[in-house]
């Protein structure tokens, strides 16, 4: 598994496998449902995601937006964000992967590189995540302290 800031080809790939799709019919998985919509608003939203993130970075206040790559395909993106990571000493993560990806073990092994980098090469003492309550697979794939918001509506 490769995790790497996707250059335009691969973004358009990575906007590809969310029109795919990423949470099952009805579900509501993020606080703004990006991955909701009909498969042309999901591609869309997650490259001016990407666009948004780099075009907002700031040293005190990032976003990175990893694509996550297995087997030089890409499955699914990975996040790692922080404001004030050196007062708070605390970052956050996110992370998706196509439908036809989950449940394959991808989900804990892409968590577990980000912790690496916030503990490892960064100066976080913490990391935080967060999920709806319904969501079972997310707080257990990811190795982070979590804060559980109540069924997503
Ligand atoms: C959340 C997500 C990234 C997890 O990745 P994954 O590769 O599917 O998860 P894994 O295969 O690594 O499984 C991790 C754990 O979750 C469990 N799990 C996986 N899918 C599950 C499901 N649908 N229901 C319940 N548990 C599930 C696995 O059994 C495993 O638990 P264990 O370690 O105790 O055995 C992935 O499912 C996904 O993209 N979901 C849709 C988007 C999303 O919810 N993103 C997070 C928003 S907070």
């Known amino acids: 598994m490769v995790l790497r800031v996707p250059d335009d080809g691969q973004l358009d790939e ?11 019919a009805g579900a509501v998985y993020f606080p703004q449902p990006w991955a909701s919509g ?13 666009w948004w993130a780099r075009g907002d970075w700031r ?4 976003r990175l937006l990893l694509a996550v790559f297995y087997d030089g395909q890409v499955i699914g993106q ?9 007062v708070t000493r605390e970052a956050r993560t996110g992370f998706w992967l196509g439908r036809r990806f ?3 073990g991808f989900g804990t092994q892409m968590s577990a590189a ?3 980098l916030a503990f490892d090469f960064l100066v976080a003492q913490r990391v935080m995540s967060t999920a709806f309550a319904d969501n079972a ?3 257990r794939s990811s190795a982070t302290s979590q804060t559980v918001y ?4």
């Open 137 to 139: 697979a997310s707080p």
């Open 114 to 116: 980000a912790l690496y």
């Open 150 to 153: 109540g069924a997503s509506p």
């Open 38 to 50: 009909t498969p042309r608003e999901s591609a869309r939203r997650v490259v001016q995601n990407h």
């Open 78 to 86: 990975q996040n790692l964000s922080a404001s004030d990571l050196f």
């Open 102 to 104: 989950q449940g394959r």
């Open 14 to 24: 990575l906007a590809q496998v969310a029109a795919d799709g990423v949470v099952p």
């Open 59 to 62: 040293e005190d206040n990032w």
